[in-house]
């Protein structure tokens, strides 16, 4: 990124120098205090699950032998559930960690695939806050917002392999004060990686299924020696999309080496990622002009087709005016390559102190795509600006298209450190982390020449130059955030846990080629500038008391903050305002967004002699979020959602606030039935109306739209000897469409089925083989599966169900 100032130009902010003493100050005093006596069990949320091994070594423990679908977090003073790597392979063979929660409580997860890997058309909400208000993490390395076209981090999905996927916890409510994030509002998702297995050997998975799929799974195990132990893995897949002939292919590969010695745990972890993601577009819900009279479910493009597509357009380069906002593209993906890499060391300074230490470096190169016609959507008046007075459709390769590109590059570097120790009957954790990050956003058009189109799986830059470079954004960022927490174990089943963070952002925003003028909805200039923002108090209280060895009551009271979005390109970012005189007033006026958020339960686990039911184990909690400063985004021009989106308006809606129940349970039917069932009503309204303009728009007392007030997930699982079975279903209730409530859509109710069954094969270096058998939408139901909102009445954006698709797997283990 030759155009991104040195860090070393940064100023040296007096909390990086604050931060700085205070390890030091925790380095000296901490390894007196630690030897006074031995360590105890932690209650953090991140302890409980680290390593990947809890919700593993929890289910094994279940009263049954077919074991739990979902674990609590046992041990937690706040509400987190836990599903281990080999569930996560149950539901889909590949599937990414965030699929993998779509079964816990309180979770709506929807996508247009059925691993989870496409970006574009994911939707996830967690009690209410949606996916960029939530924190992400992997072996405790930060993941970003999860935002479309990021800015500060990468999808689970490409930072591991789905196989190598330890487990994933899901703290609903409010996640650990050690999670490293600048966005977690609401609750966390932390992916945590396997260990390389103690034994040596190689493992095997090949899917084929539906449109043409295939997915190639292999990995390498050396095997532990002198506390030594490696793994590597690599994946190939491929999938057409179920509408288009768009194909959804891959490489990826990881790797991980522990070394685990006397005096501590060395783990190196590295991951590749290379994916190209065709994606469908979202149809228009609205004025009957904007509908248009095709009356289309879905708007699939019609690559590779060329003759289809050149024949859709007028001669102008416009497409049927009956498809109104809903016309056909000719091809849209996202492709991304990312490199991720961290080194930790877990040093065990005595039985009671352990000091770890952790670097990470990570690098995007990524292009979102669109090939679409040129006089749509407010092109013309973009392009005229451009190349006044000439022929558009010559300029543009006469084929009536125009490729569009925001082309992306993350650079992230940064150090976590935590101190764990005990002092008497108190387990006290503190730590630090730091982040940098540079990223730029580069808009673009290039020509789709009628003599030699593009695809979908090139990169138009390497093909020509581009004809226009609308704006250039880069963005500096420094992200510093420091906690300290205390267990004090009061008895032996009663435990107080206290703490805060403070958490800091100093983002400064450059744009070295700007729009020109009159080119863009809403935009004078793109803004310059820095804005440093500051939660220097963020509190944390809880309380666990167990109450047998099978009943735990737990309570957590946690204030959370979320940092501005550092984004030159669109989204919730005040650099994405049209005018610096707004970014100006925006950096006086408006507070990042807070959450208060009070949550408490009851887990259980008993053995049981009723009837048929041998065993029951779960969690139910209840919730209330206080949440100020809330701010939207909606455009500056109706074409918001299209292919040429003007300026961002951000709106302050005041507070909403949110009210829930979350019951998760399983059934366990004696050593061959079980049945998971998890029940949650999440209600969250706003409170106030807001200002657009001079316009108020009325919202107080309407619910947050596209988040369900009831969602019912079930999981019907089986074992016989060796075959396993599983029936999954998913209720999602009404969702309101938009800010003021007025459109909505309809509810659903999903099935899934997965079967499988352990091959008698053992042919002394063959063994574990088995073959599975997965079926998406099993009913093949149709209807509206994801909501967009976009606007504050009259009109809305969504995506369909995806039909029936099956997928069958060979696995097997190697020597």
């Not at 691993?115 to 072996?139: A, I, K, P, R």
């Not at 305002?577 to 006026?589: A, E, M, P, V, Y």
């Not at 108020?696 to 999981?715: E, I, L, R």
Request: proline share 5%; charged share 15%.
């Amino acid at each position: 990124m030759s155009n991104i100032a040195s860090f070393r130009s940064f100023p040296q902010h007096p909390l990086v120098r604050a931060l700085r003493n205070a390890l030091l100050c925790a380095c000296a005093f901490a390894p007196m205090a630690a030897f006074a006596a031995e360590p105890i069990q932690s209650t953090s949320a991140t302890d409980a699950a680290k390593d990947g091994k809890t919700a593993a070594t929890q289910a094994d423990a279940a009263p049954s032998s077919l074991g739990t679908v979902v674990v609590s977090a046992k041990g937690s003073t706040r509400s987190a559930v836990s599903i281990s790597g080999a569930e996560i392979q149950k539901i889909q063979p590949g599937a990414s960690p965030l699929k993998a929660i779509q079964t816990l409580p309180g979770v709506l997860y929807t996508t247009a695939d059925p691993w989870g890997n496409n970006e574009q058309n994911t939707l996830l909400f967690v009690h209410g806050f949606s996916t960029q208000q939530l924190g992400f993490t992997l072996d405790g390395v930060p993941l970003g917002d999860q935002q479309y076209g990021n800015y500060n981090g990468l999808s689970p999905q490409r930072a591991i392999i789905s196989e190598d996927v330890g487990s994933v916890t899901l703290a609903s409510g409010a996640g650990d004060l050690a999670t490293a994030s600048t966005s977690n509002l609401g609750g966390t998702v932390a992916t945590h990686s396997s260990d390389p297995a103690k034994k040596a050997g190689v493992r095997f998975a090949q899917t084929i299924g539906s449109y043409n799929t295939t997915r190639t799974y292999l990995r390498g195990d050396s095997g532990e020696q002198n506390g030594n132990s490696i793994y590597a893995a690599i994946v190939h897949q491929d999938q057409q999309a179920w509408d288009f002939k768009g194909h959804q292919r891959g490489w990826q590969g990881d790797g991980k080496f522990v070394h685990d010695g006397s005096s501590g745990k060395l783990t190196v972890y590295a991951a590749y990622s290379d994916k190209i993601e065709p994606n469908e577009d979202s149809l228009y819900h609205g004025t009957p002009a904007g509908e248009g009279t095709s009356h289309r479910d879905n708007r699939p493009f019609m690559y590779p087709d060329f003759s289809q597509a050149l024949a859709y357009l007028g001669a102008n380069g416009a497409p049927p005016a009956t498809d109104g906002n809903n016309y056909l593209n000719y091809y849209s993906d996202a492709q991304r390559t990312d490199f991720l890499t961290y080194v930790k060391y877990d040093w065990k300074l005595s039985n009671a102190f352990t000091w770890s230490n952790q670097v990470y470096f990570h690098h995007d190169d990524g292009v979102g795509v669109v090939a679409g016609p040129l006089n749509a959507a407010g092109l013309p008046k973009l392009f005229g600006v451009y190349f006044p007075g000439q022929n558009l459709k010559q300029v543009f390769g006469n084929s009536g298209y125009a490729t569009r590109t925001t082309e992306y590059e993350i650079n992230r570097q940064g150090w976590l450190s935590s101190l764990d120790w005990r002092i008497g009957n108190h387990q006290v954790n503190a730590g630090l982390w730091y982040e940098k990050i540079a990223s730029s956003t580069r808009r673009r058009w290039y020509a789709l020449d009628v003599n030699n189109p593009s695809t979908p799986y090139q990169r138009p830059l390497d093909l020509a130059d581009p004809l226009i470079t609308q704006y250039h954004s880069e963005i500096r960022n420094e992200v510093a955030q420091a906690y300290i927490q205390d267990a004090w174990h009061v008895s032996d089943s009663f435990t107080l846990q206290a703490g805060f963070k403070s958490s800091y952002q100093f983002a400064h925003g450059t744009v070295p080629v700007q729009p020109l003028p009159n080119s863009t909805a809403g935009f004078l200039q793109m803004p310059e500038g820095r804005i440093y923002t500051r939660g220097k108090f963020l509190p944390q209280v809880g309380a666990l008391w167990n109450i047998t060895s099978g009943d735990e009551l737990f309570l957590n009271i946690q204030k959370n903050m979320r940092h501005f979005i550092t984004y030159g390109g669109g989204g919730l970012s005040p650099w994405s305002l049209g005018s610096q005189d707004l970014f100006n007033t925006f950096k006086r006026n408006v507070s990042p967004e807070t959450a208060w958020a009070y949550e408490g339960g009851w887990r259980f686990q008993h053995g049981l002699q009723l009837g048929p039911i041998t065993g029951i184990d779960g969690q139910v909690s209840a919730y209330h979020v206080n949440f100020s400063n809330r701010l939207l985004a909606v455009g500056a021009s109706a074409g918001f959602t299209t292919i040429n989106p003007g300026a961002v308006i951000i709106n302050n809606v005041g507070g909403v606030k949110t009210d829930g129940v979350d019951f998760a349970a399983t059934l366990h039917f004696g050593e061959h039935f079980s049945f998971y069932d998890a029940v949650s009503f999440n209600r969250s309204r706003y409170q106030d109306d807001y200002l657009s303009g001079t316009t108020v728009v009325p919202t107080a007392g309407k619910n947050v739209p596209a988040s369900p007030d009831w969602m019912n997930k079930f999981v019907a699982s089986a074992q016989f000897g060796a075959f396993d079975a599983q029936l999954v279903g998913d209720y999602v209730g009404k969702r309101y469409a938009t800010y003021t409530n007025d459109l909505s859509v309809p509810s659903y109710f999903l099935l899934n089925a997965q079967a499988s069954y352990a091959l008698p094969i053992r042919a002394g270096w063959l063994h574990d083989a088995k073959l599975s058998l997965n079926v998406s939408n099993l009913a093949n139901r149709k209807g509206i599966y994801e909501v967009l909102t976009t606007a504050a009445s009259g009109t809305y954006n969504t995506y369909p169900i995806p039909p029936r698709q099956w997928f069958l797997t060979f696995s097997t283990k190697l020597f």
